[in-house]
């Protein structure tokens, strides 16, 4: 294996994670190497946290919350404010780490500070309320507290605005953190993390320890002393993280994907359509939670729809995240292998394969975790493809005859996290969003996040509760009812 690259090393140290403003490998020694996903080489190591380690992290929250959570709004915004000012010095440098541990090729910066402004400004409105009282001479008010120490287990295919989404609101809210990030891709959690600390946000406030999930993982979603947990994941996983938390009885957040569907009218601009679907299961090679994975299509246009899906996944030039590409690998062997099994149902069941289906051929590709952006057509809706999250470049093309069937096939998974609607019809358009079960619904558009500080979060095995927005920051908070006596 190579040496771990250059770009890396100004903000990571090989084998240690973030506990109490110390920064230590795991109580065993053990580590996880780390690899990337486009050679399958070494990357770094982090240290193999488990149950001991994740509750050394939380002892150190607890001794940072009493003071955390008495700084005022305005010194927790200001040290908020300060983080993202650094983040923003650093942007590139975080980039190159997420996309060299996920594998995807660079689109520049994304928003992070941005992120963080958004939730420092919202840091002094946590209001409450005054109440009406039967006696003339009470008081009654309202008032919103930090839970206290707070955990989130965060994913691997978004690592960097994953751990700013769930940090922030937490401790913006006055709770502190212990955060889990995936063994897969730590690498830009980690760094955030030294930025935070650089940023001058007290020790102990942001702890990370890096762990596989079934022991790190596992161990902070059982433990008493989280008072609210945030999980993005797998259904599977969501659902073994929620029954851990019932045992406690701890609050919970879970994001947990979405079998997202494109509805294709027959009245829709396909020149504005086609780039944007191809481009939605492309983008970070379809590991993405939103990603519009089945195309609902009036018959009309269904033919017409398939040939130029073929055509622009075709232009999809696939390669390293360094290289002047559209596509990467998956993340990891293990996650290759899913996708190529989806794709080996999709043919057992009777779609009709139009692109792709396997792996690309070439030296670029031999070590890597490379799958061929795929299209599926005359996909059956109860099939496994039309029905289960794949997380990889698999496109189902689904053909309806009308409104109704459009909305009953999109609406017919037990996912509802995102979807986009295709027309001209400004009453169809309203009608349509308003009918399908999703979190998110985008008109024209390839996607939901153009409207800054919106929720975001999904219906049904989605799951519940939101990330991004004001939501984000009150659902970090608990409501106390205090009643005063006037009576001199």
Not at 270 to 283: H, N, S, Y
Not at 450 to 476: M, W
Request: a negative charge; proline letters at 7%.
């Amino acid at each position: 294996m190579k040496e771990a690259p250059a770009l890396i090393s100004p903000l990571l140290e090989e084998n240690t994670m973030l506990v109490g403003g110390k920064w230590l490998a795991a109580t065993s020694t053990e580590t996880i190497d780390v690899l990337n996903p486009a050679t399958a080489e070494l990357l770094t190591r982090i240290p193999r946290g488990r149950a001991d380690d994740v509750g050394a992290a939380i002892d150190a929250a607890a001794l940072a919350l009493p003071a955390w959570r008495s700084a005022s709004p305005a010194v927790r915004a200001a040290l908020l404010r300060r983080w993202a000012d650094v983040i923003d010095q650093h942007a590139a440098e975080i980039e190159a780490l997420e996309s060299i541990d996920v594998g995807r090729p660079s689109a520049g910066p994304r928003p992070l500070g941005g992120m963080l402004q958004f939730v420092a400004g919202q840091v002094d409105k946590l209001h409450g309320e005054s109440l009406p009282t039967h006696t003339p001479t009470n008081l009654g008010l309202t008032v919103r507290e930090p839970y206290g120490v707070v955990g989130a287990i965060i994913p691997w295919n978004a690592p960097a605005p994953m751990f700013v989404l769930d940090v922030a609101p937490a401790i913006g809210a006055g709770n502190t953190i212990v955060v889990k990030p995936a063994e897969d891709a730590p690498l830009a959690s980690l760094a955030l993390a030294r930025l935070a600390e650089e940023a001058g946000i007290p020790p102990g406030v942001i702890n990370v320890v890096t762990g596989y999930g079934h022991e790190a993982g596992a161990a902070l979603a059982g433990d008493p002393r989280i008072r609210r947990l945030s999980f993005t994941g797998s259904p599977a996983a969501g659902a073994a993280v929620m029954a851990a938390c019932a045992k406690n009885l701890t609050p919970l957040h879970l994001e947990l994907g979405g079998k997202s569907p494109h509805l294709v009218f027959a009245d829709a601009d396909l020149d504005k359509a086609v780039p944007a679907i191809v481009r939605g299961i492309t983008m970070n090679s379809g590991q993405i939670c939103m990603a519009g994975s089945r195309v609902v299509v009036e018959r009309s246009v269904h033919a017409e729809l398939v040939e130029r899906l073929a055509h622009g996944l075709a232009q999809v030039s696939v390669g390293r995240w360094d290289q002047p590409v559209q596509m990467g690998p998956l993340v990891s062997s293990r996650q290759r292998e899913r996708v190529l099994d989806y794709i080996k149902a999709g043919q057992e069941d009777g779609a009709r394969l139009v692109a792709g289906g396997g792996t690309p051929s070439g030296e670029t590709y031999d070590d890597g975790y490379f799958v061929e952006p795929t299209l599926f057509d005359d996909v059956d809706p109860q099939s496994r493809i039309a029905q289960e999250e794949i997380f990889g470049p698999v496109l189902s093309v689904i053909p309806v005859d009308d409104e109704e069937s459009a909305i009953a096939v999109a609406n017919g998974t037990v996912y509802g996290l995102a979807a986009y609607v295709w027309t001209r019809d400004v009453a169809r358009a309203v009608r349509v969003a308003k009918a399908i079960e999703a979190g998110q619904v985008s008109v024209n558009a390839g996607g939901a996040w153009d409207a800054i500080g919106a929720p975001f979060g999904g219906y049904k095995n989605s799951g519940f509760g939101r990330t991004q927005g004001a939501d984000a920051v009150l659902e970090h908070t608990q409501v106390k009812t205090i009643t005063i006596d006037g009576t001199p």
